[in-house]
């Protein structure tokens, strides 16, 4: 299809291991975004990058989480090491240019055991 | 401490009705606003924005209305349909734009009633 695309749909997880979460934004989009939803919360803004580079980090949560973004176009959120408030959907958008609407994928539905 | 907030968390209206949702902001740096609808276990999906020059955009039954001296928006949707059965959030952006995403509210509830 078109839209931003994410695997896997969902991922059940032991405490303790790692996790690569995967976003392939719609094509020619030069923005991507991650962003996490908690039960219950509004959507927590992570990580944002401009082709390759993400100029700031620091929205995410804590350095088990790290991401990436090669080739201008598929990112991968990795988080290490995973605690049960990791526990979420984490969604990933993006946009034609920054400052443009971002388009949503259907998320993927974190659980840690 | 959140800077967008959608105090209902849920609205019933009836079908063929206004449905009126509301946000308030606290960040005075917003200036581009949006609303986002979101069925379960899908992604939020755009609906309509707002630039902070402006206090009213129209598009078919949806319209968005700011009040910047308030830091206030509501989403308008006449004639409500039960399609429109869904999670909105609103969200908001400010200058640095994506460099520090959008922020949501937690979102409103909207149930369009038969």
């Known amino acids: 299809g078109a839209g931003v695309s994410q695997s896997p749909s969902n991922k059940v997880t032991e405490k303790g291991k790692d996790v690569e979460l995967r976003c392939d934004p719609i094509?020619?989009?030069?923005?991507l975004y991650w962003y996490r939803q908690s039960l219950g919360q509004g959507l927590e803004f992570l990580i944002y990058?401009?082709?390759?580079?993400?100029?700031?980090k620091s929205g995410l949560p804590s350095d088990r989480f790290s991401a990436e973004r090669t080739g201008g176009s598929v990112s991968t959120l990795t988080i290490q090491r995973t605690q049960q408030e990791d526990s979420a959907v984490y969604l990933c958008?993006?946009?034609?240019?920054?400052?443009?609407?971002?388009?949503f994928g259907d998320g993927t539905r974190l659980s840690i055991l | 401490d959140q800077q967008v907030k959608q105090n209902s968390p849920s609205l019933s209206v009836q079908e063929g009705r206004i449905s009126i949702l509301n946000c308030d902001y606290t960040?005075?740096?917003?200036?581009?606003f949006l609303w986002y609808k979101k069925y379960p276990a899908e992604g939020p999906t755009f609906l309509i924005s707002?630039?902070?020059?402006?206090d009213k955009n129209e598009d078919g039954r949806f319209t968005v209305f700011l009040n910047k001296s308030a830091k206030h928006l509501s989403l308008h949707i006449v004639p409500s349909q039960p399609g429109d059965s869904a999670v909105y959030f609103c969200?908001?952006?400010?200058?640095?734009?994506?460099?520090?995403?959008?922020?949501f509210g937690k979102g409103t509830h909207l149930i369009i009633q038969p």
């Open positions: 958008a993006s946009s034609l240019a920054e400052g443009q609407s971002q388009h």
């Open positions: 094509s020619g989009h030069t923005a």
């Open positions: 990058f401009q082709g390759n580079s993400a100029p700031d």
């Open positions: 960040n005075s740096m917003f200036d581009y």
């Open positions: 707002i630039s902070s020059i402006k």
């Open positions: 969200a908001a952006s400010a200058p640095r734009g994506g460099a520090d995403g959008l922020t």
